[in-house]
């Protein structure tokens, strides 16, 4: 089947957009931290976001319009909805003392990798996304859901063990933050070496 017309509104776009959308409707929601019911509104909106991350890629696959706009927005978006998250978790102070450095380590990283994009992709150097990465990615998805239902989760687990778990989960992010970031450098050091090599 040959592939259709590539169009900037075709379905998996427009969750992708949906998903940059729905950024300042949960950090709106976060405004509200003493308000159980906000917390549940902005978890649901985020679980949504997450679930287009997954869905944006399958139903470019499936009808074959991947486009070099989604493959884009893509990962900015999902860039970007975690890094709002987190500042706004360690505003409200669900994220605080030692395990702001887990959520600095995590920014660091994408900010890191996404310079080395930017700069290999002019090279056009293409760095695959690891499975490591992958879970990396999921278990920063699911480390920030637990944060962002926060204390209206004691309602269902003893008191801030809903929290607790978020934070676990977010030092286990970090590390494989760091993991795959240290791999994704050298893999880039490498690329550039052999270019500074050929030239």
Request: charged share 15%; aromatic share 12%.
């Given at each position: ?25 949960v950090v ?26 997954y ?10 319009e ?63 996304v ?29 008191a ?40």
């Amino acid at each position: 089947m040959p592939p259709r017309k590539l169009r900037p509104f075709s379905l998996p776009n427009v969750l992708t957009y949906g998903r940059i959308l729905a950024i300042p409707v949960v950090v709106g929601l976060l405004f509200w931290p003493g308000d159980p019911s906000m917390r549940w509104w902005a978890l649901a909106i985020y679980a949504l976001a997450g679930i287009t991350d997954y869905l944006d890629g399958y139903l470019a696959r499936l009808y074959q319009e991947q486009s070099s706009l989604g493959r884009m927005l893509d990962p900015i978006a999902d860039k970007l909805l975690v890094a709002a998250c987190l500042l706004m978790l360690v505003a409200d102070g669900t994220i605080r003392s030692w395990s702001i450095w887990a959520a600095i380590v995590i920014l660091s990283r994408e900010i890191l990798v996404s310079g080395l994009r930017e700069y290999l992709a002019e090279l056009k150097v293409s760095v695959p996304v690891s499975r490591l990465a992958k879970w990396k990615t999921a278990m920063q998805l699911f480390c920030l859901g637990f944060l962002i239902a926060g204390p209206a989760g004691d309602a269902f687990l003893p008191a801030d063990w809903t929290r607790l778990i978020g934070l676990f989960l977010l030092w286990v992010a970090a590390v494989l933050t760091l993991i795959t970031g240290y791999d994704y450098m050298k893999a880039s050091i490498r690329h550039l070496v052999e270019e500074d090599s050929a030239s």
